[in-house]
């Protein structure tokens, strides 16, 4: 899901982002090994899944080029199943 986020992010910097409510949900559930696997520094890591364990985007979006995502259930789905 980080990869598909990060991919439809690309270029953005200081705006909203909207995101399908099950892909933000997706979200939620990254770890700190997984961000750490894309280039994360371990705090900087901990934080971000600290926020993600309070429904908080805003660190995440921080790090993606201040991105703020707005969860929207008519958006579609960047990772489909």
Known sequence: MYRAVKQATAGLID???AINTEDASD???LSTDELQAEGYDLAVAEEVVSALGKSDYRPL???MGRISF???YETARLVLR
């Open 27 to 29: 979200l939620l559930k």
């Open 61 to 63: 979006g921080r790090t």
């Open 15 to 17: 705006t909203d982002f």
């Open 70 to 72: 707005v969860p929207n």
